[in-house]
């Protein structure tokens, strides 16, 4: 902090998406990506935060600095600050909610920022310290809390008010009342005028699989290192 400004959260500028995110390292915030024996889920195998940009120095620099920076007790105003007028908002196109007191945080942030819609994509449900937390932001009115899905094909989260997932192809995809087909791939990635994802009308979003799929990555030998 220089002269008395408040230094500003780094956000991220995905550009597939209409509005910018606020990220964590994947993987090592991620203990909703394992299974029991330490494995990543079927979804995360595919983990697009692990691969191409993402591993670029600056990339990986703004997410390591987000990890300690929300500690800092003027993150909240800090981060209401740099939401501003901005109508929608993601959370995490890397990383989740690893902590409660990260949750306890984004809840405040969210009830300071009534006008922008906020969605928030986690696996942090299976977590019980963090699960009451996650529900009251799916409360909000403001905010959609979209458990993800572990599978890669189509099965979904039948207690979720609010989840997400993957398909094989965009073939697979049958509709219904409450869901939805992500055509971002008709669209070279990007969302367009969609905003399926922020909805409180839609139950599940469906997305055809993408990333490069591979056997493993080197960071999924690792233990957790928060």
């Not at 977590?127 to 890669?152: F, G, H, T, W």
């Amino acid at each position: 902090m220089k002269n008395g400004t408040q230094a500003q959260p780094k956000l991220s500028a995905a550009s597939k998406m209409p509005c910018k995110s606020w990220s964590l390292p994947a993987w090592i915030t991620c203990p909703g990506a394992r299974k029991d024996n330490g494995e990543a889920v079927d979804a995360c195998s595919h983990c697009f935060a692990l691969q191409g940009r993402y591993t670029f120095g600056a990339v990986k620099a703004v997410r390591d600095h987000n990890m300690e920076d929300w500690k800092r007790s003027d993150w909240v105003s800090a981060m209401v600050r740099s939401i501003g007028k901005s109508k929608f908002f993601r959370w995490f196109d890397s990383g989740d909610i690893y902590t409660p007191e990260l949750a306890k945080k984004i809840i405040e942030v969210v009830f300071m920022t009534p006008n922008c819609k906020h969605w928030i994509p986690t696996r942090a449900y299976k977590d019980y310290s963090i699960l009451p937390y996650l529900q009251k932001l799916d409360a909000m009115d403001n905010c959609v809390v979209r458990y993800s899905s572990d599978s890669v094909n189509g099965e979904t989260i039948p207690f979720a008010e609010h989840n997400s997932s993957i398909l094989q192809s965009a073939d697979d995809f049958i509709p219904g009342i409450g869901k939805v087909l992500c055509r971002s791939y008709t669209r070279k990635g990007k969302c367009g005028d969609c905003r399926a994802c922020w909805s409180k009308k839609i139950v599940t979003v469906f997305y055809p699989i993408h990333g490069r799929k591979v056997k493993t990555f080197p960071q999924l030998t690792k233990e957790m290192e928060v």
